[in-house]
């Protein structure tokens, strides 16, 4: 069982910048797959960023060039940093792993992931 906990989320400007954390258990896996998520009211959830064990990432098209995310592994905890924010960005963000593989092509998908944080809420006033 692995437990993840995000913070980090808030209020802010259009143009503004924000960094989400997410808190994870211990776990000893060397192939794994970290991804965040959001989704917004009425909206199904869609996957932001990923990161691999390997370092390799993948992101969203609609946040290329503006979010990267990234891990301290002796920390235990993945990063969002989140940069000119839009309005269209407001949502609840979710921290996801699979603890069982490197991400893959398909890691946007919500079913490669077994566990899940509680979220953190992000919004984006214009």
């Known amino acids: 069982q692995v437990q993840l906990q995000e913070s980090g989320g808030g209020s802010v400007p259009s143009g503004g910048s924000l960094r989400l954390s997410c808190t994870t258990s211990?776990?000893?896996?060397?192939?794994?797959?970290l991804g965040w998520f959001r989704q917004a009211p009425g909206k199904e959830r869609e996957g932001v960023a990923a990161i691999s064990s390997d370092g390799s990432t993948a992101y969203a098209d609609s946040v290329k060039g503006r979010f990267t995310i990234s891990q301290d592994r002796a920390k235990n905890t993945l990063y969002l940093k989140m940069n000119t924010l839009k309005p269209e960005d407001t949502a609840m963000y979710y921290c996801?792993?699979?603890?069982?593989?490197?991400?893959?092509?398909?890691?946007?998908?919500?079913?490669?992931?077994?566990?899940w944080g509680q979220g953190t809420q992000v919004t984006v006033s214009s």
């Open positions: 996801a792993a699979d603890i069982f593989a490197r991400c893959p092509l398909a890691w946007a998908n919500i079913y490669e992931y077994d566990y």
């Open positions: 211990t776990y000893t896996s060397s192939n794994y797959c």
